[in-house]
């Protein structure tokens, strides 16, 4: 689980790097742009972190990866079961952002089914774990 945290955060990390703006990339200055982004032309957003759903998905994922961090036991079922309940449950607080703030209906849709098949395997997941006194 160590690895897969942290290959996420080295994919994330990566995601990052190319959604920012060539201009505040190291060694990418472009000359005339102050990075402010092109509110002059009258489409300006509001930096990410200022972006209700931004800051929602940032706390899930955080969330998530916290809770993932959990005491191996050395049995493999054991640890797939309880590191994956958290993981699941990320995707339930990230499906509740887009459902909060998306527009897309079919992200909506996916959204809902992503509740609904993630909310059951965590519910078989637990039953599972409660089984074995775990």
């Known amino acids: 689980m160590a690895i897969l945290a942290a290959g996420a955060i080295a994919v994330g990390a990566g995601l990052a790097f190319a959604q920012a703006p060539m201009q505040n990339r190291p060694g990418h200055a472009m000359p005339g742009h102050s990075g402010q982004g092109h509110s002059g032309q009258g489409h300006a957003n509001p930096p990410a972190s200022d972006n209700p759903s931004t800051r929602a998905y940032a706390e899930a994922n955080a969330r998530m990866h916290k809770d993932m961090a959990i005491a191996y036991t050395g049995d493999a079922d054991v640890d797939f079961m309880r590191g994956m309940i958290p993981h699941h449950q990320g995707a339930?607080?990230?499906?509740?952002?887009?459902?909060?703030?998306?527009?897309?209906?079919?992200?909506?849709?996916?959204?809902?089914?992503?509740?609904?098949?993630?909310?059951?395997?965590?519910?078989?997941?637990?039953?599972?774990?409660a089984e074995r006194g775990r």
């Open 92 to 129: 339930i607080d990230m499906a509740r952002v887009v459902l909060k703030h998306g527009k897309d209906a079919k992200v909506r849709a996916l959204a809902e089914e992503v509740i609904k098949a993630q909310e059951g395997e965590i519910a078989m997941m637990r039953q599972w774990l």
